[in-house]
């Protein structure tokens, strides 16, 4: 399911129009005079709102970790403001009247984005599950797995015989789905980099 395009614009024309030029080319709208709490999404802000700026929103919503592809729209253009867009993470900043096809084109774009971003939270996820059946001694030697250290080795660093570590290693292998030392040690690595 295509994740949803939340339109938040102060001017209630505006709102309309976009919505209705959105939706009949398939696009999915949801319309709002300010944000809440949402499923993750392409944001469309205005720039200038009487209760909160587009800018000021954006801002918000970074430093909250919503770091949704946002597309900032304005009557105005201001050069400091667009700077600002970017640096806070706009992946497009638009002039009103709105180019149909330019606005199209950046939604587009940003839902490509979210879905590389969702992908790759997904798979994150999965690998932290996947660590998350380990003991917290195949943990400790799928660690030093991951840092090159053969089972002989790990055998003499832990005080185990190598049998009771190759035990262990294909108790991980089991549990992790490969029983590659590279593929074990790209998960490890993995997990460890989001947490």
Not at 143 to 171: C, D, F
């Amino acid at each position: 399911m295509t994740p949803p395009v939340y339109l938040v614009d102060d001017d209630d024309a505006v709102r309309k129009a976009l919505t209705l030029l959105l939706d009949t080319v398939g696009i999915h709208v949801i319309a709002f005079h300010t944000i809440s709490k949402l499923d993750p999404g392409c944001l469309i802000l205005d720039i200038r709102m009487p209760m909160i700026t587009g800018l000021k929103l954006q801002e918000q919503l970074t430093d909250g970790g919503i770091n949704w592809p946002t597309i900032i729209i304005s009557g105005h253009g201001d050069i400091e403001a667009c700077r600002r867009a970017f640096q806070n993470g706009a992946i497009d900043f638009l002039s009103k009247p709105i180019d149909e096809q330019d606005l199209i084109d950046a939604i587009q774009k940003g839902l490509t984005i979210l879905d590389r971003t969702m992908q790759r939270q997904s798979e994150a996820a999965e690998t932290i599950a996947l660590l998350s059946l380990l003991t917290e001694r195949e943990t400790e030697i799928l660690e030093m797995v991951a840092r090159g250290i053969t089972s002989a080795q790990i055998a003499g660093i832990l005080s185990l015989s190598p049998r009771t570590v190759e035990s262990h290693r294909a108790a991980i292998g089991h549990k992790l789905g490969t029983t590659s030392a590279a593929e074990q040690a790209r998960l490890w690595q993995e997990g460890n980099a989001t947490t």
